[in-house]
């Protein structure tokens, strides 16, 4: 248990609402993460942190946007929802700084918008 | 273009035998891979990994092989048990003087089934 929730855990929407999912750790980590998965796509980055107010964009950023005012908050927000957006979102934090690249993931939010 | 390739979508295997899977890679920049279990409704659960200074980490009944003139590596798991019936993922990284932050490019993932 790497002490990460995810919320909410399920939540179902309508095109053109903004969404704000939420990450929470207790174990004040540097660096969170979020990724969506897609059937056939694996794991797709969306966001990175690498400290308090500290972000970048990865790979699937678009229509994404997050922020990180505190260690152990990382939000992600989905400006303006599409049916495209539907999918199961899952952050993440990474222990280790330098030569430990092992990363923990939150449950999970299914994300539906219809 | 996706750089991590796991070209199986599923593996079945019997209860005891050894099961392989196999993930490839395109980008030479990578130098750290991990494997991930998923079941469902949970997330994804670290469960190896391997630096590209090894060719073979040890776990258990879970081993990871690279190959890196290959730009391959697999997970085997032996003996195979029904409670590893779950998504695999592979997944890779680089250092790159600490530039990368540590971003994970996963594989598409294989189901495993193992039968009792």
């Known amino acids: 248990d790497a002490g990460i929730t995810q919320s909410p855990r399920h939540k179902v929407t309508e095109t053109g609402t903004p969404v704000t999912l939420r990450c929470h750790q207790t174990e004040n980590h540097r660096y969170m993460y979020w990724y969506r998965q897609d059937p056939g796509h694996g794991l797709r980055l969306i966001h990175y942190?690498?400290?308090?107010?500290?972000?970048d964009k990865g790979e699937v950023s678009d229509g994404y946007s997050v922020s990180r005012s505190k260690t152990e908050d990382f939000l992600l927000t989905l400006e303006s929802a599409t049916s495209s957006q539907t999918s199961v979102y899952f952050c993440?934090?990474?222990?280790?700084?330098?030569?430990?690249?092992?990363?923990?993931f939150g449950p999970g939010t299914r994300l539906t918008v219809t | 273009d996706q750089q991590v390739k796991q070209n199986s979508p599923s593996l079945s295997v019997q209860e005891g035998r050894i099961s392989i899977l196999n993930c490839d890679y395109t980008n030479s920049m990578f130098d750290y891979f991990l494997w991930y279990k998923k079941y469902p409704a949970e997330g994804p659960t670290f469960l190896i990994s391997i630096s590209s200074i090894k060719d073979k980490n040890e776990d258990g009944r879970f081993t990871v092989f690279l190959n890196k003139s290959a730009k391959h590596l697999s997970l085997h798991i032996v003996p195979s048990q029904p409670g590893d019936s779950a998504v695999y993922f592979c997944a890779a990284t680089y250092n790159a003087g600490g530039t990368s932050y540590g971003k994970l490019t996963f594989g598409q993932g294989t189901i495993l089934t193992v039968h009792p």
């Open positions: 993440a934090i990474r222990r280790g700084t330098s030569g430990l690249y092992e990363q923990y």
């Open positions: 942190s690498y400290g308090v107010k500290d972000t």
